[in-house]
């Protein structure tokens, strides 16, 4: 059987495995320590290199062959005529027993086979590379070692700086490793300090591309990091030169409140990226940018005009929620129509165009049309605001029956004496002196429960004698004739509230019932109001005026019947001139 020799002290592997088998002359030599043998075993562990296994025909470092790979050797390169080479069981040495031929042969001064020198072919070894300082290095008896009795010095010496012997390296001379060489991306290499090893402690795998241990990134591989995603505006995103983290000196900055969006801003100040509250849903509006441009701030979109009622809304286009002029408190159906913004009704359909009282309120939808009230208070929630309200209480009245501004209108009115003439919103009245003059109202009365209020103002000079304005009702006539009235008068020259009735018994006539005198400073241009209240058998009569005066007279008619108050109702002169401005029935 032929046995593999030791080649050389620098094939370290080999010398490691097969020491025991080698048979060389150690004469002067350092000895080694334990420790620098176990180095020497765990050659092939450098740098957490996997050991070679033996057997899975795989040549690995360490191993002279490995089951079927030989290395490219055969029993010819082995020193043989011919035949066939195997590995040996412990991969360290070649089984020759196959090859045919006498093999090499040792003292032909020629290296064959397995020889590590023949004669003089010392296959340029030296005394120095053998690890001493000079000498005369020869060949062994056999060829399979060298003879160092020749060569002089101690050794190998680790810290010279010379690799010698089976030293891997000797401070910085690293025999010409780098970390690249041993499989990092760059760092720099050290030698152990027992020069049996390497120290890849600063070594690095960073500038592989590949993200390895704690690395953030590695070259040209960000782990799908951008500047984008880090909350830059854009830019080039690269790795720091560790690895350890990013470079964003080349991402662009994103600046909130700039009016222009950048990097992750969904818009910014102005900018809105074309959006608008149609775009996110809306039916209009003014869409804007939340504070931190991440999102869009839609408080200023609507939903109006999809015709249907959403959120605060009160009206959408023609859906009105059943509302109509009538419903919101005007007397004469209109034509409702509901804003642009669906906040409000337009109530232009329902107006008659005319505020009577000047309080903002048109007097179709007025609750209170002689009264300004703007803010159109009441309490009851009736058709009549609180200032209009009877006096005797909240619920005797709750209908505006009839309202006449004295506009031109289609209502019909009849003169009964005196002189009747239409003005610019009034209608002027002129009875002559020792005379009477009624303007009468075309709608019949009811028989109890209502209320009737005529404005007027004196437009002259009051004529000599007795002289009264004021509102009628309960006009009635029989054969033509006048046979049951009211009246509630203000007498000018003795500023007196005076209620008369028209009583036919014994011919009495027109008789004054009650009076209180008014103490007043109006003008004979300012306004005044006279008011007949009716709950049968009572009734009240309400004067007031733009001085702020007012007056209050009532009387219980014990002979009132069933129909006593029914009738006609108007206005009402005697030897007096008056601009009569508007005419109000409330109702029960």
């Not at 010095?153 to 025999?175: F, K, R, S």
């Not at 200023?300 to 959403?310: E, K, M, Q, V, Y």
Request: charged share 15%.
């Amino acid at each position: 059987m032929h046995i593999q020799p030791c080649k050389s002290w620098i094939f370290v592997a080999a010398v490691a495995a097969s020491m025991v088998a080698c048979n060389f002359d150690t004469s002067g030599l350092k000895a080694i320590s334990t420790n620098n043998v176990n180095n020497l075993n765990n050659l092939n562990n450098l740098n957490n290199v996997t050991n070679p296994v033996c057997g899975n025909d795989l040549l690995e470092t360490g191993e002279t062959c490995d089951g079927t790979d030989l290395a490219g050797d055969t029993c010819v390169t082995r020193g043989f005529d011919s035949g066939t080479l195997a590995c040996a069981t412990d991969c360290l040495s070649f089984d020759v027993s196959g090859c045919e031929g006498t093999g090499p042969v040792c003292g032909n001064n020629l290296i064959e086979g397995d020889e590590v020198c023949d004669g003089t072919d010392l296959a340029g070894q030296t005394c120095i590379t053998q690890g001493f300082t000079g000498g005369a290095l020869a060949c062994a008896p056999g060829c399979l070692s060298f003879v160092l009795s020749g060569c002089e010095g101690t050794g190998p010496e680790c810290g010279n700086a010379i690799v010698e012997g089976l030293e891997l390296c000797d401070g910085a001379n690293l025999a010409g490793n780098t970390c690249v060489g041993l499989g990092f991306a760059g760092g720099d290499l050290a030698c152990d300090t027992d020069c049996f090893g390497f120290d890849t402690s600063a070594c690095t795998l960073c500038g592989n591309d590949t993200i390895d241990g704690d690395e953030l990134c590695d070259g040209a591989n960000l782990a799908g990091n951008t500047c984008l995603g880090l909350n830059f505006a854009g830019g080039d995103l690269s790795c720091e030169a560790d690895c350890t983290g990013f470079d964003t000196s080349a991402c662009l900055t994103q600046v909130c409140g700039n009016n222009s969006a950048e990097g992750t801003e969904v818009c910014d100040g102005t900018d809105l990226n074309g959006r608008t509250c149609l775009s996110e849903g809306f039916y209009g509006g003014t869409l804007a940018c939340a504070g931190g441009c991440s999102a869009f701030n839609t408080s200023g979109c609507s939903l109006c005009g999809n015709s249907l009622i959403d959120g605060s809304e009160v009206c959408d286009g023609s859906n009105l929620d059943g509302q109509s002029c009538l419903t919101l408190g005007c007397r004469t159906a209109g034509t409702l129509l509901c804003n642009a913004g669906c906040s409000d009704f337009v109530m232009l359909g329902c107006w008659t165009n005319h505020d009577e009282d000047g309080d903002g309120v048109d007097d179709n939808c007025d609750n209170c049309p002689t009264y300004s009230n703007a803010t159109q208070v009441n309490a009851d929630n009736d058709q009549i605001g609180n200032l209009c309200e009877s006096p005797a209480g909240a619920t005797a009245l709750s209908t505006i029956s009839s309202f006449e501004s004295m506009m031109p209108s289609t209502t019909s009115w009849t003169t009964v004496r005196g002189t009747w003439i239409s003005g610019a919103d009034l209608i002027a009245g002129t009875a002559a002196a020792d005379s009477d003059g009624n303007y009468l109202h075309s709608l019949a009365l009811a028989a109890n429960n209502y209320s009737v209020e005529v404005n007027f103002h004196y437009r002259a000079a009051p004529a000599a004698g007795a002289n009264w304005a004021g509102v009628i009702f309960g006009w009635q006539t029989s054969g033509g004739y006048l046979s049951n009235a009211y009246e509630c008068l203000y007498e000018r020259d003795l500023k007196q509230l005076q209620f008369w009735k028209y009583i036919t018994y014994n011919n009495m006539g027109w008789t004054q019932l009650a009076t209180v005198t008014v103490t007043t400073s109006a003008t004979d241009g300012q306004s005044r109001k006279l008011r007949g209240f009716v709950a049968s058998p009572a009734v009240r009569c309400v004067y007031s005026d733009a001085s702020g005066a007012t007056a209050e007279v009532t009387y219980s008619d014990a002979y009132a019947g069933s129909t006593s108050f029914t009738g006609k109702t108007g206005y009402r002169l005697y030897n007096e001139t008056a601009n009569f401005t508007s005419f109000i029935y409330y109702l029960q």
